[in-house]
């Protein structure tokens, strides 16, 4: 377990890479370009959100496909792919085709559960299953077992010209084990327990405890996690939470920020809806101010490793802002180098 205010070992952050829905490619070019320039500036990762039906990304991996083929080091990861809405074996086959042409950077966080809006578009997703998908962590371990190599099919050979492999294909050695999954108490215990490494997110639930504050609930999850995974001291945690520095921001901008964190502030008092979900709140503020505020959290002390959310709504040149200043000012005062 990292000790409270060891040096940040790697940085990232993450995008839901919203657009205009009249105008969809300018959005995703925006989001390549913000992840060139993360590359430039010694980024370790940029995360994914997947987003379906919304004006977000809805094909992660297809924008990492794309990424991949415009940087050479920083790591692309999904933060997260809703499993309830893939084929585990259909999936499979293009993420180790993106970790191929990437050489090895892809980093899959998925959760399971029934998704989001589910009877708003079932019959469209499965017209003569919907009420019969399985939506447990089983689909995660289907996943899994295809990455690994394990048999999907009866038939191994040829037939004509044609040659059949039992195995998903392609295979990328490794990328199992770059797999993350993210979730509450529960899930934290499930992924340990599975030897996944553990996304944690802006966003937590109570269940488990008697906690009504944000950090300890996180630092709780955390600490689960690794007293479940059989090797602690190589079990992977990702920290999230929405922080913004305003070192470079005009006026405008910060006045922008700290009117965006003021309006979804209300719900960080409380737990939210039957789950008792709480919100983290946004953090705005200088480098100093922010690094003096996450030394003295208890899930940021637990994880040596960040994915800073970027709020959804805010312009590109917001967006070269705020990851211009995590990268020369507040990951330095974290204790972070740059990757050359």
Same mark, same amino acid.
């Given at each position: 377990?990292? +000790?409270?205010?060891?040096? %940040? !070992?790697? *940085?990232?952050?993450?995008?839901?890479?919203? #657009?205009? =829905?009249?105008?969809?490619? &300018?959005?995703?070019?925006?989001?390549?370009?913000?992840?060139?320039?993360?590359?430039?500036?010694?980024?370790?990762?940029?995360?994914?959100?997947?987003?379906?039906?919304?004006?977000?990304?809805?094909?992660?991996?297809?924008?990492?496909?794309?990424?991949?083929?415009?940087?050479?080091?920083?790591?692309?990861?999904?933060?997260?792919?809703?499993?309830?809405?893939?084929?585990?074996?259909?999936?499979?086959?293009?993420?180790?085709?993106?970790?191929?042409?990437?050489?090895?950077?892809?980093?899959?966080?998925?959760?399971?559960?029934?998704?989001?809006?589910?009877?708003?578009?079932?019959?469209?997703?499965?017209?003569?299953?919907?009420?019969?998908?399985?939506?447990?962590?089983? +689909?995660?371990?289907?996943? %899994? !077992?295809? *990455?690994?190599?394990?048999?999907?099919?009866? #038939?191994? =050979?040829?037939?004509?010209? &044609?040659?059949?492999?039992?195995?998903?294909?392609?295979?990328?050695?490794?990328?199992?084990?770059?797999?993350?999954?993210?979730?509450?108490?529960?899930?934290?215990?499930?992924?340990?327990?599975?030897?996944?490494?553990?996304?944690?997110?802006?966003?937590?639930?109570?269940?488990?405890?008697?906690?009504?504050?944000?950090?300890?609930?996180?630092?709780?999850?955390?600490?689960?996690?690794?007293?479940?995974?059989?090797?602690?001291?190589?079990?992977?945690?990702?920290?999230?939470?929405?922080?913004?520095?305003?070192?470079?921001?005009?006026?405008?901008?910060?006045?922008?920020?700290?009117?965006?964190?003021?309006?979804?502030?209300?719900?960080?008092?409380?737990?939210?809806?039957? +789950?008792?979900?709480?919100?983290?709140?946004? *953090?705005?503020?200088?480098?100093?101010?922010?690094?003096?505020?996450?030394?003295?959290?208890?899930?940021?002390?637990?994880?040596?490793?960040?994915?800073?959310?970027?709020?959804?709504?805010?312009?590109?040149?917001?967006?070269?802002?705020?990851?211009?200043?995590?990268?020369?000012?507040?990951?330095?005062?974290?204790?972070?180098?740059?990757?050359?």
């Amino acid at each position: 377990m990292p +000790r409270a205010g060891a040096p %940040l !070992r790697k *940085l990232g952050f993450l995008t839901i890479g919203r #657009f205009d =829905g009249d105008s969809p490619r &300018e959005g995703h070019l925006e989001t390549i370009r913000t992840i060139e320039r993360a590359e430039e500036l010694g980024f370790d990762s940029v995360w994914l959100r997947c987003r379906h039906l919304q004006y977000g990304i809805s094909s992660p991996v297809a924008v990492m496909a794309a990424a991949a083929m415009r940087t050479s080091r920083i790591e692309l990861g999904t933060a997260v792919i809703p499993l309830g809405l893939e084929n585990p074996m259909r999936l499979a086959e293009d993420l180790a085709t993106v970790d191929l042409l990437s050489d090895g950077r892809v980093n899959p966080g998925v959760s399971v559960g029934t998704p989001m809006r589910y009877d708003d578009y079932r019959h469209a997703l499965y017209p003569d299953t919907h009420d019969v998908e399985d939506f447990s962590k089983e +689909r995660v371990m289907r996943l %899994l !077992r295809c *990455l690994r190599g394990e048999p999907v099919s009866d #038939f191994e =050979g040829v037939v004509g010209i &044609e040659t059949y492999s039992r195995r998903v294909q392609p295979q990328s050695p490794g990328l199992a084990d770059r797999v993350w999954y993210g979730g509450g108490l529960s899930s934290a215990i499930w992924a340990g327990e599975q030897r996944l490494n553990y996304l944690t997110s802006s966003v937590v639930t109570t269940e488990g405890t008697v906690s009504r504050d944000f950090a300890t609930i996180q630092a709780e999850q955390i600490d689960a996690f690794r007293a479940h995974h059989p090797d602690p001291a190589r079990a992977r945690v990702s920290q999230a939470l929405v922080v913004i520095p305003t070192d470079s921001a005009t006026p405008d901008q910060v006045r922008k920020y700290r009117e965006y964190a003021q309006s979804r502030f209300a719900r960080t008092r409380e737990p939210q809806g039957p +789950r008792g979900m709480m919100f983290a709140p946004d *953090l705005v503020g200088t480098s100093d101010e922010l690094a003096e505020a996450l030394h003295a959290h208890a899930g940021f002390q637990r994880a040596d490793e960040v994915a800073f959310a970027l709020p959804f709504s805010f312009d590109e040149a917001d967006y070269a802002q705020i990851i211009e200043d995590m990268a020369t000012r507040l990951g330095p005062a974290l204790g972070w180098t740059p990757a050359t």
